[in-house]
C-alpha cells in the first residue's frame, strides 16, 4: 500500500468516476484503475462498487476509506509540519504568564498565530506569583507574560515592552468576617490567610504577598484561592480583574487599612531574555501582541 494509492481512492471516491479523479490527478485512467486493482489484490477485498455508472464504495471499502483518510490528513500535517520547519519556523513555543494576567488578553493573537502557522504548537503555562519570570530566566520558555518591577533588571539581561497595568488588592468573604472590622495591619493576624507558593527567586518572599501568623493554606493555582476565599477559609491578595463580580455583588469585601498598602499595582510585560533570539512564529507573536495593547 502506498499514499499514492490512498490519495488515487480518495479522489475517485470524491468525483464518483475514474475519468474525473484521472483529470484532476492529471492521469490516465487505466493507471488510476491499475493503482485501484493492486490495493484490493493486495488484502484481497473489493473497495469499490463498479455495478453502477458512479463508483461508491462496498460496506468493507467504507471502512477500509474511513481509515484511509486518518491517514492521508497525517501525511498531509507531516507534509506541512516539513515544509513549516524547512522555513525555520519553530515547531514549539512556550509561553509562560502570571496569574495577574488575563490569558483571554491573548487570545486573537493566538488566533492570528494559528492562521498563519497552523503547524506550531502552542504550550501555555499558568504561574504562580513570578512564575512568568522564574520560567524566562531558566530558559524554560522563549516567552513570559508578567509582573514587571525595576528590580527584575538585576535577574538577568532581559527585553521587555509594556503592555498594560495590574492591581492585586486585599480582601475577605463575609463568611470569615466583615471587612470593615479590618482596619490595621496586625489585626490581619487574627485571621487564616490564603497565598500563593512562592517561586525560588531571591527577592520573592512574603513581604511581596500577605502570610498571617495564623493558620496559613498555600497553592500554586489563583483560581484555587479565589474557591478558597470565597468559602471563607482565609484573606487574601489576589488579582482585582478575577473578582470584579464578586466585589459587586458583595461575595468578596475589600479590605483597606489605614497603616500600611491593601493593594498593589505594577506593569504587566512581556519578557524575553535578550540573547535569545526569537524565531518567525515567537517574533510574530511578539509585534502583534504589543500592537494589540497599543
Not at 497603616?259 to 531574555?273: P, Q, Y
Request: aromatic content about 8%; hydrophobic content about 40%.
Amino acid at each position: 500500500m502506498t499514499l499514492e494509492q490512498l490519495r488515487v481512492l480518495r479522489k475517485i471516491v470524491e468525483l464518483g468516476s475514474l475519468k474525473a479523479a484521472a483529470d484532476a490527478l492529471h492521469k490516465t485512467q487505466p493507471a488510476l484503475s491499475m493503482a485501484i486493482k493492486k490495493l484490493e489484490q493486495q488484502y484481497n477485498v473489493v473497495l469499490l462498487d463498479r455495478s453502477q455508472y458512479r463508483l461508491t464504495l462496498t460496506e468493507k471499502g467504507r471502512i477500509f476509506y474511513r481509515h484511509a483518510q486518518q491517514i492521508l490528513i497525517g501525511a498531509d500535517q507531516l507534509n506541512s509540519l516539513g515544509h513549516h520547519l524547512a522555513q525555520g519556523n519553530e515547531a514549539v513555543i512556550k509561553i509562560a504568564y502570571d496569574p495577574v494576567f488575563s490569558i483571554a488578553d491573548i487570545s486573537q493573537t493566538l488566533l492570528l498565530c494559528q492562521q498563519h502557522y497552523p503547524t506550531t504548537e502552542f504550550q501555555l503555562l499558568a504561574g504562580t506569583r513570578f512564575t512568568a519570570l522564574e520560567h524566562i530566566k531558566n530558559d524554560e520558555v522563549d516567552i513570559a507574560i508578567g509582573a514587571w518591577f525595576h528590580l527584575f533588571h538585576a535577574i538577568d539581561d532581559f527585553e521587555t515592552h509594556e503592555l498594560t497595568q495590574f492591581e492585586v488588592v486585599l480582601v475577605v468573604s463575609p463568611k470569615l468576617c466583615q471587612a470593615k472590622d479590618i482596619t490595621f495591619k496586625n489585626q490581619l493576624n487574627l485571621y487564616p490567610s490564603i497565598t500563593l507558593l512562592q517561586t525560588n527567586l531571591s527577592f520573592d518572599n512574603d513581604r511581596l504577598g500577605f502570610a498571617s501568623v495564623s493558620q496559613q493554606f498555600k497553592t500554586k493555582d489563583v483560581h484555587t484561592l479565589k474557591s478558597m476565599l470565597l468559602a471563607g477559609l482565609g484573606i487574601a491578595i489576589i488579582p482585582k480583574y478575577l473578582i470584579e463580580q464578586e466585589l459587586k455583588d458583595g461575595s468578596l469585601q475589600r479590605v483597606l487599612l489605614q497603616d500600611s498598602e491593601s493593594n498593589l499595582s505594577g506593569e504587566i510585560r512581556l519578557i524575553r531574555k535578550s540573547e535569545r533570539m526569537l524565531g518567525p512564529v515567537g517574533q510574530f507573536f511578539w509585534q502583534h501582541l504589543t500592537q494589540s495593547f497599543i
